[in-house]
């Protein structure tokens, strides 16, 4: 689920790792690429296609 926007705070609803204190605490980020455990090649298409915003 996206984050809920907050009128209340302030908060406009943003992810928290689009912030700009994300990546000074977090100065590194690993990139997972290589499916393991997993050999339903329409099932990786999906879920690569959803990590990547191209399916609903």
């Known amino acids: 689920l996206p984050p ?5 705070t302030s908060d406009s609803g943003e992810y928290c790792f689009k912030s700009n204190i994300f990546a000074m605490v977090f100065g590194h980020k ?3 690429d290589e499916v393991i455990r997993q050999n339903k090649l ?6 690569n296609g959803v990590s990547n915003g191209k399916n609903p």
Do not use: Q, R
């Not at 809920?4 to 209340?8: A, C």
């Open 4 to 8: 809920v926007p907050n009128p209340l």
């Open 30 to 32: 690993i990139v997972l």
């Open 42 to 47: 329409d099932f990786i298409k999906a879920i």
